[in-house]
């Protein structure tokens, strides 16, 4: 199984389980959960662990000399956050519905460990108010979307593909 997939099953397990980010200088992680409570925290890390241990393309992080660090020797703490990993699973699959519907357009759709947020990217304010609607319709939480505005090409694009009318 890979990673990504991986860590979807976990939230399903750990309710309370929001992601986890690594310190950009690598010297530790964090775990998000919804609840700092010690019972829904004993066997979060070490769960977590197993799971990046045996999924299939794990991110891994290096120390300053390019070594690769194990998240296991790396000093750890929680930190609370609003959304649960599973809940922002679950939004995203609820747009990337609409989208395949074809009544949204974006460019990039992604879960954002860092803001705890699904990250989308529109083309234009226009497009974002008709997002929006869409999603209070849905019941989506403002907070829990992160927009930015623009248009990204794909990286396969054949020399046939026009920018101009892809990102419209």
């Known amino acids: 199984m890979d990673f990504f ?3 979807a099953e976990f939230a399903k397990r750990l309710p309370a389980y929001g992601g986890y980010t690594i310190a950009l200088d690598r010297s530790r992680w964090t775990i998000q959960t919804t609840d700092l409570r010690s019972e829904s925290l004993e066997g979060m890390r070490e769960e977590l662990l197993e799971v990046m241990e045996y999924a299939r393309g794990t991110p891994e992080a ?6 690769t660090v194990k998240l ?9 956050v609003r959304f649960a990993r599973r809940e922002l699973e679950a939004w995203r699959a609820l747009i990337r519905e609409g989208v395949y519907n074809g009544v949204l357009k974006l460019s990039t759709l992604s879960i954002s460990d860092r803001s705890n947020t699904v990250e989308v990217m529109v ?7 008709v997002f929006l609607e869409w999603m ?4 989506i939480p403002n907070e829990a979307v992160r927009f930015s505005l623009g248009c990204v090409m794909p990286m396969i ?12």
């Open 5 to 7: 997939d991986a860590q």
């Open 62 to 67: 290096w120390d300053a000399q390019g070594r």
């Open 123 to 129: 083309l234009n304010e226009s497009r974002r108010q």
């Open 72 to 80: 296991r020797d790396l000093p750890f703490s929680f930190e609370r």
């Open 157 to 168: 694009a054949s020399p046939s593909v026009n920018a101009d009318k892809h990102c419209r």
């Open 136 to 139: 209070a319709a849905r019941g």
